[in-house]
C-alpha cells in the first residue's frame, strides 16, 4: 500500500491499535512453521489514505525473524521497508483468500462507516525470497472505495 499512495501521490497515514509480542497459537504456529508458542509479533494498523481510513490490517509476524519489530514505530514506517532493510526479508509470494462480507461493529467504528457496509477481507500468507513464510495477515477493506486487481 504504500508504494501504491507513493505512486498515485496519495497521503499514506498509519494509527496503530496494536503492537505487542505474545506466544503463536496453534494455527499460527503450523502456517509460519514455527514451534508452538514461538514468540510472534502482532501489529494491527488503520491505514488512512488522504484522510479517510480504508483498511483495518492485522499482522503476525515471526519475531525471530525480525527481532527488532517492537522497537519500531508503525506510525510513519513501513512493515515491508523496514524488514527489507533491518532484515534483508522481501515479500516474494503470498496465498490469500479474498472474500466479500459485512462489517462487524468493531470494524465500521474503525474504518467510519455502518455496520453491515460491505467490506473486502483478504487472508494472506506471506514468504519471504527463499520461499520462508514470515508473514500471516488479515486486511479488511472499505467495499466503497477500495478494489483490488490481480494478476
Known sequence: MTQWAAANGLEL???VRLARVRP???HEARVLRIARRAPVFELECVRIV???PLSLDRSTLVLDYAPFLPEVSFEDTSLYGVLLGRAGIAPASNECT????????RVAKVLQISTGSPVLVMDELVS???GRPFELARLTNRGDVYGYRTT
Open 128 to 130: 519471504d525470497q527463499s
Open 98 to 105: 479474498i472474500r466479500a462480507a459485512a462489517a462487524d461493529a
Open 50 to 52: 488522504d484522510g479517510v
Open 24 to 26: 503463536a497459537s496453534d
Open 13 to 15: 497515514r498509519s494509527r
